[in-house]
Every structure is written in C-alpha cells, then in structure tokens.
C-alpha cells in the first residue's frame, strides 16, 4: 500500500511562491503516474498537474498553466508541484495522488492513493 505525505503549504502574498512536495513510500514509486489536486471551500476536488512514471509527460489545468511546474525525482520517491504567481484564487488544500493509468483523468475517483493534504493560502 502506498503511502503519501505532502508538505510545504503556508501562507503568502499574492504575487508569491510555493514549492509543495509529496514523498511517497509502501509502493513502486517509479511505476506510477502522479497528480496535484485541489480543493477549495465549497468548490469541487479539481485536477491542477499531472506527470507521467517518467516525468517525460505533463499536464497543467488551465487555470494554473503557465504559473505551475510539476516533476519528480524518482531516485527520492518524491513529487513537488512549484507554484509561482500566486493568486487569491488558488487558495486550497493541495493534495497529491496515485495513478496507474497512461489516460490523463481529472476525476478524482481513477486515483487510487492520496495524502493528507497541505493548506496553501494566498492574501490579496
């Protein structure tokens, strides 16, 4: 069973950046396609990047696209998501998880794992 640990939330300034990280363990890091979800109050659990076993594949949602890096390092088991240009709207607790599938799903229920999540707040 795989087991996943984000960190590196907090709060800052609109204009300022984040790097969120997600170490992994209990599974075959390497044979698993990662994204970063978030959820803000009242709103739905939305699929923010995506990168394939590799790191060699990508996916951003539109609203971040530009502003957001995604990658991983296989060697420490680990995902990070650098977000810079923050804005007020991308408040939320950022989650990562699991996939074992080459499709890019945004539905939440095809990723199998998930951690805890971080809270990232960002003041106007």
């Known amino acids: 069973q795989v087991q996943l640990v984000e960190s590196g939330g907090g709060l800052v300034q609109a204009g300022g950046s984040l790097r969120l990280s997600c170490a992994a363990s209990g599974g075959t890091f390497s044979n698993l396609a990662m994204g970063w979800f978030r959820q803000a109050p009242g709103k739905e659990r939305e699929l923010v990047a995506r990168?394939?076993?590799?790191?060699?594949?990508?996916y951003y949602g539109d609203s971040v696209k530009g502003r957001f890096t995604i990658s991983r390092d296989n060697a420490k088991n680990t995902v990070y998501l650098q977000m810079n240009s923050l804005k007020p709207e991308d408040t939320a607790v950022y989650y990562c998880a699991t996939s074992t599938s080459r499709i890019v799903y945004t539905d939440p229920e095809q990723y199998a794992y998930w951690g805890q999540g971080t809270q990232v707040t960002v003041s106007s």
């Open positions: 990168i394939s076993r590799s790191g060699g594949s990508t």
